[in-house]
């Protein structure tokens, strides 16, 4: 079975160009988290969605921060205007809700803003 | 404000030998426990759980115990190999329904041949 599939896997931009990382979860899973993951703040979660809504966008750091999750297998996030501090590997997870907590993680996208 | 905290950064132990991770909480509404493992340059991968309603749980070499008054967790590994050599995170979710968890900072465990 495929795992959750992030795309690019790196991503090198500079400051003030639009950032959008990628996202498909594990078919059948009905829940998409978006976690950024840098040395001060380690592991943080950004948001999440259950069922396409976003539930808790309490993570989010700011508005130049959005995600969408238009369909079940489908999910961006997107960064404009970029800076270098949002500089941080990003990954995504799915779950099947409620039925069970296990969070299953893709590789990730190391991002790097100049 | 950390509510989950991994105090040690780092852990070296000897093939064979066992590793005990250790974590805290701060939070005493969280009611589920989860322990995953991170290889450089990939995500982390879930490794076991706990609820908090036991106070033990064991798959194969991995066990977790939970001091729900001390609110202090461990994973013991036993017998470690190389190969568990990554960098480990506790995590923790809030009881009500919310599928959020917190994360630990990660220690990473050195299992030496």
């Known amino acids: 079975d495929a795992g959750v599939i992030q795309s690019p896997r790196h991503e090198v931009t500079e400051m003030g160009q639009e950032v959008t990382l990628r996202c498909k979860p594990i078919s059948g899973h009905n829940s998409l988290f978006w976690y950024r993951q840098t040395m001060m703040r380690g592991l943080e979660l950004l948001i999440y969605?259950?069922?396409?809504?976003?539930?808790?966008d309490s993570g989010m750091p700011e508005d130049r921060f959005s995600a969408k999750m238009p369909n079940a297998s489908f999910s961006t996030l997107k960064i404009q205007p970029s800076e270098p501090r949002d500089s941080a590997v990003y990954f995504c997870a799915s779950s099947r809700g409620t039925v069970s907590y296990e969070q299953y993680f893709g590789p990730g996208t190391r991002l790097t803003v100049t | 404000d950390q509510q989950v905290k991994q105090n040690s950064p780092s852990l070296s132990v000897q093939e064979g030998r066992i590793s005990i991770l250790n974590c805290d909480y701060t939070?005493?509404?969280?009611?589920?426990f989860l322990w995953y493992k991170k290889y450089p340059a990939e995500g982390p991968t879930f490794l076991i759980s706990?609820?908090?309603?036991?106070d033990k749980n064991e798959d194969g070499r991995f066990t977790v115990f939970l001091n729900k008054s001390a609110k202090h967790l461990s994973l013991h590994i036993v017998p470690s190999q190389p190969g568990d050599s990554a960098v480990y995170f506790c995590a923790a979710r809030t009881q009500g329904g919310s599928e959020k968890l917190v994360f630990g900072k990660g220690m990473k465990l050195t299992v030496n041949p």
């Open positions: 939070n005493s509404m969280f009611d589920y």
């Open positions: 706990i609820s908090s309603i036991k």
């Open positions: 969605f259950n069922n396409n809504v976003p539930i808790d």
